[in-house]
């Protein structure tokens, strides 16, 4: 038997869209040796790069051709892109399209900045990770005031290990004000009240990451306006939730946009849980949801 939901049936295809694509790519190389990530000082083959490198022009090339589209991209890669010059070329590229609004991507800046002087600055931003311990903060210092000399915008974060809470506060008070310090909640870790204050203290937003966000059955604007895309084109509601909605470049995917309720219990990974429709992220961090800077910052 049928239920009849009362839900919008699927999008046609040629139905212009304003969407947002999270890409992650073969890439699980990174240069850092952070205790707290599986990809610290992973190093991958000649070939594993080689397809990534391919699978992104690809990817690029797609993105170049939406013309009728509205594209909003996010590059979320398990390890490092940046020190790869086919990750700086793409962003450099992407961001003079002018059906592109955005893109971005997440990266501990430990590649040089020069490049970033090709990009249009209206549309590139990075979503920047700092870790103590790998890099040390007067370098970093010196890169962040790099960006700020060529206008990039940015945003910079730390993970709340308790060991990084001195630095966290060491950075902020480098900081200038206008540049967000984020915090996310460490994986599995449990804050009492006096913890999560000094971590507010930190970043006034921390209350969104510290506890997951119940979600199961809840609207979700991920399989509607958002989607992620691995190397081979296969497109999924979130990174999160596996089941496919078809591929990219044979447009599959398209009929398959439709809003849905999230099948997981939790969410608590911030590039699934800003798109929520029940939580206000989106008025938020409006006009910096990719780059995860919060409205009027």
Known sequence: MTVDLGMPGPRPAETPMDLTLLYRGPLASCDYDCPYCP???????????????????????????????????????????????????A???????????????????????????????????????????????????????????LGVRHSVGIVGEPEHLDAARELRADLPASTYLWVN??????????QAAAWTAVDPLFGWSRDPHPSGGRPCRTGESVVSVDGDG???????????????????????????????????CHIGYVHLEGLPLYDVFAGGVLERIPHGW
């Open 39 to 89: 990809f610290a000082k992973r190093r991958d083959s000649p070939e594993r790069l080689r397809a990534d490198r391919a699978a992104l022009e690809r990817f690029t090339a797609w993105a170049t051709a939406q013309t009728g589209d509205t594209l909003s991209l996010l590059f979320t890669p398990w390890g490092e892109g940046l020190v790869r010059s086919w990750y700086r070329q």
């Open 185 to 194: 909640a460490a994986d599995g870790r449990s804050y009492t009240d006096e």
């Open 234 to 268: 296969t497109v999924r509601r979130c990174h999160f939730v596996r089941p496919p909605l078809g591929n990219l470049y044979d447009g599959s995917y398209r009929a398959e946009l439709l809003p849905r309720p999230c099948p997981l219990p939790v969410c608590d």
């Open 91 to 149: 962003l450099v590229d992407l961001s003079h399209l002018p059906h592109v609004r955005r893109v971005a991507i997440q990266t501990n800046l430990s590649c040089r900045t020069d490049w970033l002087a090709a990009a249009d600055l209206d549309t590139l931003a990075l979503w920047i990770t700092h870790h103590p311990g790998q890099v040390d903060r007067g370098r970093f210092l010196a890169k962040l005031r790099e960006l700020a000399a």
